[in-house]
């Protein structure tokens, strides 16, 4: 009887043990007091842009706020007002320390967002130097009382070759400094590139076996799936969407021998600097089999036909407005613009992610063959 006792006092003492490891804590200040309370919201899906209300935080007249939390480590966002959050990774057992002045945070007790936080330092710098920088030369020029069309072109192509460089300065700082913390489930949502599967593949595997309760480990596998599935080689999805006319039209509707899936945006320079070889292409390959299935991740109508009409897009265009909340976005991993999928007549994607003369080859190669 005594060790029945003990056995059942041992089995629940194991099971408190666990359940406050699982639990975190989140204290901290903020100065000055300009609202009530801040809300912490998990990020349930950050390629779908979805979120859930987790706790509200009360802030007591001399600015301080603390909740305790029984909840598996996953991604949250702490608001502290419309324009201005904080995200954090928040791992088993953690308790974080936030101090807020003047928006400005301080955030200690939390390794999972120490890395997380570098990791987004490190992004905004290396945006700013290869991809921002080139915007506001762009910007510039559009500005002038005569603008050179040829240098904008040629700037907002080395727009698209510099963010391929972004992102290969972001691979390798998770290579190298993010390991398998769980603000890898931020980086994960500008993870690109075939040459980048196998690594992608490899880390989500060591994560997952870390991890193995995990939301955010499904997530992970779910990207790597789909990055997969949309690689060169793979399958392309059917997708249906509705055109200016608000009719659905289904890719196997105007699908032929080859046809573009391009991703674009009226706000997306370099998608509007390319209209101008796509129209090119569909005269010259149109009557062979070529079509072009444009899908605007726009979220203003008016925005999306006014580019339509300017940039003389008279091929098939369908759109949610919903911008990169879009179902078809998700299905085949669309993060940024510009964004294509070359697809032959069985549906197998034969390119991905073609500009300007890469196209045409493609192109050129295949029809002429």
């Known amino acids: 009887m005594k060790r029945f006792i003990f056995i059942v006092y041992l089995l629940i003492f194991i099971s408190c043990t666990k359940k406050e490891s ?39 007249k001399d600015g301080k706020f603390s909740t305790n939390l029984t909840l598996k480590p996953h991604l949250y966002t702490l608001h502290i007002d419309i324009k201005n959050n904080i995200t954090l990774a928040i791992g088993k057992g953690q308790h974080l320390t936030i101090d807020i002045n003047n928006y400005e945070s301080k955030i200690t007790g939390s390794k999972d967002t120490d890395a997380l936080i570098a990791y987004e330092n490190f992004r905004k710098k290396s945006l700013d130097s290869l991809v921002q920088s080139v915007r506001k030369q762009v910007k510039k020029i559009k500005e002038s009382e005569h603008p050179d069309q040829e240098k904008i072109l040629k700037l907002e192509q080395l727009e698209v070759e510099n963010y391929e460089k972004h992102l290969t300065e972001l ?123 444009g899908i605007s991740l726009d979220s203003h109508k008016e925005k999306w036909l006014k580019a339509l009409e300017k940039d003389h897009r008279i091929w098939t265009n369908v759109s949610s407005l919903e911008a990169f909340k879009t179902k078809a976005a998700f299905d085949y991993t669309v993060t940024a613009l510009p964004m294509n999928y070359l697809i032959d007549a069985e549906y197998k994607i034969v390119g991905k992610n073609l500009h300007e003369g890469e196209l045409n080859s493609l192109l050129d190669r295949l029809f002429n063959n």
């Open 22 to 60: 699982e639990n975190y804590s989140i204290q901290g200040q903020i100065s000055p007091v300009n609202t009530k309370y801040l809300i912490l919201r998990q990020q349930t899906d950050i390629e779908r842009q979805l979120s859930t209300i987790i706790d509200t935080l009360s802030i007591s």
């Open 171 to 293: 691979n390798d700082f998770i290579k190298n400094k993010m390991g398998t913390t769980l603000g890898l489930y931020a980086t994960s949502i500008r993870w690109k590139g075939a040459e980048n599967l196998p690594y992608y593949d490899s880390l989500v595997t060591v994560f997952n076996a870390q991890h193995p309760d995990l939301d955010i480990s499904k997530k992970l596998r779910g990207k790597v799936t789909r990055l997969q599935q949309t690689s060169v080689g793979g399958t392309a999805t059917t997708i249906e969407m509705k055109n200016v006319e608000e009719a659905l039209v289904n890719l196997t509707s105007i699908h032929k021998k080859y046809t573009l899936i391009d991703f674009w945006a009226s706000w997306c320079g370099p998608c509007r600097s390319e209209s101008k070889t796509l129209n090119s292409l569909y005269k010259k390959y149109n009557a062979n089999g070529f079509e072009i299935y």
